[in-house]
């Protein structure tokens, strides 16, 4: 892989950690009940493409 498609990789991981974040405040902040849980989860999941790109950023 070459060093510009990493760094795109690692560009993907951190802009969908910064909307996981925003993801997660907002839930819990803004929402009650079932929405509440829905959101966390989604969020939550949103962590294993997160996973993915960094350690592919890294190889």
Do not use: E, Q
Request: hydrophobic residues 70%.
């Amino acid at each position: 892989m070459s060093p510009l498609d990493k760094m795109w990789a690692s560009f993907i991981a951190i802009g969908l950690m910064v909307f996981a974040s925003f993801l997660i405040t907002f839930a819990r902040t803004r929402t009650k009940g079932v929405l509440r849980v829905i959101l966390s989860i989604i969020a939550f999941f949103m962590f294993v493409p997160i996973l993915i790109y960094m350690m592919v950023s890294m190889l």
